[in-house]
């Protein structure tokens, strides 16, 4: 089955860091680009940054307020991506779900604007 | 980059057609043609139902339709069903890759 599965979520202080993991099965995670998303309780989806494939530079983008906090990465021969958060708000509570890029029936592939794989999203609260 | 911008809720009959707007800027759905859609229920992870403003995935019903005109996209469901009733979000390409999102709609179906 093809799924990703987050987990590393939980409470943790204003000021804190936690690291989050998605691990992939049943698809060819190395060429796969990964794409975290976030939800506040009760609003929206907000995409928070992404790592291409090692194939494709392994290079990573970020949202303005996840730039310089957070911090995207790859393991392959775990087929794992993990978000390190620091610096960590109260804003920043929110469920984060990690994506997979979409290959479309054309051979197209959409790594930075489709996602057709979530996770069920872990929950990260950060409250004193 | 701002979020895009999508009415809170759209509603209708079983049967009816019902299409939630997306409107941004030059600089990301105007600018453009990586506009998508996704389904979410309550709780459960988005579903992607349009990409690239027009196509559907594989198993996506043909129900489900998306247009652009301008800085402006839409979704329209047609022969709104029951299951449709769920939370929409458009996201877009906005450039210097990165990704925004819309603030979602509520879809009731009466």
């Known amino acids: 089955e093809v799924q990703l599965v987050e987990s590393g979520g939980g409470l943790v202080k204003p000021g804190g860091s936690l690291r989050l993991s998605c691990a992939a099965s049943?698809?060819?995670?190395?060429?796969?680009?990964v794409s975290w998303v976030c939800q506040a309780p009760g609003k929206g989806l907000e995409w928070v940054g992404r790592?291409?494939?090692?194939?494709?530079?392994?290079?990573?983008d970020y949202a303005a307020p996840a730039k310089g906090r957070f911090t995207i990465s790859r393991d392959d021969s775990k087929n794992t991506v993990y978000l390190e958060m620091n610096s960590l708000k109260t804003e920043d509570t929110a469920v984060y779900y990690c994506t997979r890029g979409y290959s479309d029936s054309t051979g197209g592939y959409h790594g930075d604007d489709a996602f057709d794989i979530w996770g069920q999203g872990t929950m990260v609260t950060v409250s004193s | 980059q701002s979020a895009l911008t999508q009415p809170p809720s759209a509603s209708g009959s079983p049967g009816q057609s019902v299409t939630i707007s997306c409107t941004g800027t030059?600089?990301?759905?105007?600018?453009?043609?990586?506009v998508s859609w996704y389904q979410q229920y309550p709780g459960k992870a988005p579903k992607l139902m349009i990409y690239e403003v027009t196509k559907r995935p594989s198993g996506v019903p043909d129900r489900f339709s998306g247009s652009k005109s301008g800085n402006t996209a839409s979704l329209t469901v047609s022969g709104l069903q029951a299951e449709d009733e769920a939370d929409y979000y458009c996201s877009s390409y906005a450039g210097s890759n990165i990704l925004v999102f819309g603030g979602g709609t509520k879809l009731t179906v009466l």
């Open positions: 790592i291409k494939s090692k194939a494709n530079g392994g290079k990573t």
């Open positions: 049943g698809f060819s995670f190395s060429n796969a680009w």
């Open positions: 030059s600089s990301d759905v105007g600018g453009y043609n990586y």
